[in-house]
């Protein structure tokens, strides 16, 4: 405990020395002439908070592969635009679910080695320059203000953190030096009405983000390989045996990264995007494959919905359980088990799919995921069956074959098992919208759906959003095909 408490000291000095040395770079790009600004925007986007225009975050993240250890520093630069006077902040600290093992979200399967403990602890934070306190409620960190933000206040906020990664073979988790590293900081929580504060759940993902804008200085050993979401812009190799990546992303839901050890990269550029597959040696003729699926998809939904809006698109195979795959901004983890021929071509590609749908639907449109799972989830799967139906052939399911309808009102804290999750998000998700294209046709649902994209592009859209885009667009009366998803 000594020993990782002198660490912990040595690290936060160096984390503060080396974010002192960029924060004036970055404050000027920030403060500067390329600052979005928030003109011309109607009073309800004004009022989102944090404002995805209007949002920064720098970090500092050294990598300790000896020990499992991350050591952070994060500067949080947005303004107060909830129209509300504030007197706290809340964040999400994931890591905090792997605590123990009898509320941690990871399967029992995915622990190689037996239990062990993950979590996330903050050193100090101080917020405007002032140090404040703060209490932490599982997932969750509420800080607390030494004064009141009013509206239209700038905020700053400093949080110096550590985080342990668990041996597990999960989203946020190593095993054989591959490190996922999926909601791995402190984030920042939404405010609407009231906080949308995230819990643990050990199913489905539990997350409400707006977009933001990300800088981030990563150390890491050589020898380790690094996807992560956004551009690399610089890489710098120190006489430590370590390498420095700067990393930009912009208009990102979330930044995600993998660490990984003996990899190979496959890339293939579809003339807009940099396509990016990590997989472990011996893998890649399986990768030649996968991305001309990637560079289909993404031109498929591309086509359907609206165009891709970044530089590349990157999939990384990792040793994960409990979940087929997960999305996050630019990056989707697959299990690495699909590159064995075990598994049939079919199911790994809707799995592919599926992934891909979600840069539409959760990234460009977020949704409240705790709140109403089956927004993006169930879209997801809809948009998949299509790519596969119109592209690759294969007859895709229709409104018939979902006898029944499901009760998509339901949140996370109202669902008790991963089976029902999967019948109200997936199941009841992809019914609604093939009883939808049943009752308006194809061409309608895809016409809603490019005024989905272009109206709800990086920010949170509701249930009610949708339907009354759906009423909208739809030319007749849709109440009583609506109201009978959302049994009381």
């Avoid at 996330?120 to 004064?147: C, H, P, W």
């Avoid at 050990?202 to 804008?213: E, S, V």
């Avoid at 998809?297 to 979940?323: C, H």
């Amino acid at each position: 405990m000594t020993n990782l408490k002198n660490k912990k000291l040595y690290f936060i000095i160096f984390l503060i020395a080396i974010l002192g040395l960029s924060y004036p770079l970055y404050k000027e790009r920030i403060q500067g002439d390329n600052k979005p600004v928030l003109a011309n925007i109607d009073e309800e986007v004004e009022a989102l908070f944090p404002h995805p225009n209007n949002t920064f975050y720098q970090m500092g993240i050294y990598l300790d592969t000896n020990n499992n250890i991350i050591y952070g520093n994060s500067i949080l630069n947005t303004k107060n635009t909830s129209q509300k006077t504030l007197t706290e902040l809340w964040f999400t600290l994931y890591p905090n679910a792997f605590k123990n093992a009898r509320m941690t979200p990871a399967p029992n399967n995915a622990y190689y080695a037996g239990f062990d403990d993950g979590w996330l602890e903050f050193t100090e934070v101080r917020v405007n320059g002032e140090e404040v306190s703060y209490n932490e409620e599982g997932v969750s960190a509420e800080v607390i203000l030494k004064e009141q933000l009013l509206p239209g206040e700038d905020i700053i906020v400093e949080i110096n953190w550590i985080a342990k990664v668990p041996q597990v073979a999960y989203r946020f988790g190593t095993k054989n030096q591959t490190y996922m590293l999926g909601n791995f900081y402190p984030t920042l929580d939404v405010l609407g009405e009231e906080w949308h504060n995230s819990y643990n759940s050990l199913f489905g993902d539990p997350f409400c983000f707006h977009t933001a804008n990300y800088l981030v200085r990563l150390n890491v050993p050589q020898g380790f390989d690094v996807a992560a979401t956004g551009k690399v812009t610089q890489k710098l190799i120190e006489d430590a045996g370590r390498v420095i990546y700067m990393i930009e992303a912009n208009k990102v839901r979330d930044f995600s990264l993998a660490v990984l050890h003996n990899y190979a990269q496959t890339t293939r550029d579809s003339g807009q995007t940099l396509i990016n597959i990590y997989t472990p040696y011996n893998y890649e003729n399986q990768a030649l494959d996968i991305v001309n699926d990637a560079i289909n998809m993404l031109n498929y939904y591309a086509y359907q919905f609206g165009s891709y809006p970044y530089e590349d698109f990157k999939i990384v195979f990792v040793p994960m359980q409990g979940f087929h795959g997960m999305e996050y901004t630019g990056l989707i983890f697959l299990r690495d088990e699909f590159l064995q021929k075990k598994y049939p071509d079919k199911q790994s590609e809707f799995i592919l799919a599926h992934e891909i749908a979600h840069q539409w639907w959760y990234s460009l449109v977020g949704n409240d995921q705790l709140k109403e799972p089956w927004l993006d989830e169930g879209l997801a799967s809809w948009s998949a069956y299509k790519f596969l139906e119109q592209v690759k052939g294969q007859k895709a399911p229709t409104a018939q074959q979902y006898k029944n309808t499901v009760n998509l009102a339901k949140e996370l804290r109202d669902i008790y098992s991963t089976p029902e999750y999967y019948l109200t998000a997936y199941t009841g998700g992809e019914a609604f919208w093939f009883h939808l294209e049943a009752e308006l046709g194809q061409e309608k649902v895809f016409q809603i759906l490019r005024a989905y994209l272009a109206e709800y592009k990086y920010r949170i859209a509701t249930t009610e959003d949708l339907f009354n885009l759906i009423r909208r667009e739809a030319d007749q009366d849709m109440e009583g095909f609506l109201s009978k998803w959302f049994n009381p």
